[in-house]
């Protein structure tokens, strides 16, 4: 059974730093294009960063760009999504999903992908 589960969530100061995780079982993800996507209360799903299959491509949202890294480590089957610079616009819940797509390409757009985690929550506040 595929199951995607995150970790690393939690309270952090403004300018602070996390790494969440998006732990892959049931399948091998390195043949499966990542997401992370973030809800916060009262607003839509939104992406936040992909990776593709093969890793050579990486996309991410204006909003994060220059702050937050994307990055997978086939050998232990996890993808992660650095975080630093944390502003209190950051608060939400974090997703990771898979699906198979092109070794090329990967989409921060919530419709493509079928398989998704539970989410972890980052909250930054002082």
């Known amino acids: 059974q595929l199951q995607l589960v995150e970790s690393g969530g939690g309270l952090v100061q403004p300018g602070g730093s996390l790494r969440l995780s998006c732990a892959a079982s049931?399948?091998?993800?390195?043949?499966?294009?990542i997401g992370w996507f973030r809800q916060a209360p009262g607003k839509e799903r939104e992406g936040v960063s992909c990776?593709?299959?093969?890793?050579?491509?990486?996309n991410y949202a204006d909003s994060v760009k220059g702050r937050f890294t994307i990055s997978r480590d086939n050998a232990k089957n996890t993808v992660y999504l650095q975080m630093n610079s944390l502003e209190p616009e950051d608060t939400a819940v974090y997703y990771c999903?898979?699906?198979?797509?092109?070794?090329?390409?990967?989409?921060?757009?919530?419709?493509?992908?079928?398989?998704w985690g539970q989410g972890t929550q980052v909250t930054v506040s002082s």
């Open positions: 999903a898979a699906d198979r797509f092109s070794r090329t390409r990967c989409y921060t757009v919530v419709d493509p992908y079928h398989y």
């Open positions: 049931g399948f091998t993800s390195e043949y499966y294009t």
């Open positions: 990776i593709s299959s093969g890793g050579g491509t990486t």
